[in-house]
């Protein structure tokens, strides 16, 4: 069974980057058909997907979020990070690294659904405030 750990610092000033990584343990990154997410979760709103990076190292990010995210890999580590630019409050939720997979010709919208996702770390409370 594949285990997705995030990591990362609990607070971060506004206007600056967010940076988080998953550490994955039991399953390679480079594994066929895996696809590697980070999705969030705001207080008291639904999970929010926000982008991934495949198998293959290619990455798909939420067109909301395009602009400041950006989806890396270290296949030696094992490890895949996440960095938002330019945090506000509102980028205040609960960050979680999870794995879908996905078979075949794989539509973008597809890797967007967080329902696809079927094993998650535990999550990571980010809070952005000065």
């Known amino acids: 069974q594949v285990r997705l750990q995030e990591s990362g610092p609990g607070l971060v000033k506004p206007s600056q980057t967010l940076s988080l990584t998953c550490t994955v343990s039991r399953r390679s990154i480079t594994a066929s058909s895996t696809y590697w997410g980070w999705i969030r979760q705001p207080p008291g709103k639904d999970r929010e997907w926000m982008g991934a990076?495949?198998?293959?190292?290619?990455?798909y990010y939420s067109p909301s979020l395009k602009s400041r995210t950006s989806i890396s890999r270290d296949t030696s580590k094992n490890q895949f990070s996440l960095q938002l630019s330019s945090v506000t409050p509102e980028d205040t939720a609960v960050y979680y690294c999870?794995?879908?997979?996905?078979?075949?010709?794989?539509?973008?919208?597809?890797?967007?659904?967080?329902?696809?996702?079927?094993?998650w770390g535990q999550g990571t409370q980010v809070t952005v405030s000065s």
């Open positions: 999870a794995r879908a997979l996905l078979v075949g010709s794989v539509p973008t919208s597809m890797i967007g659904d967080v329902a696809r996702y079927d094993s």
């Open positions: 990076i495949d198998y293959t190292g290619s990455t």
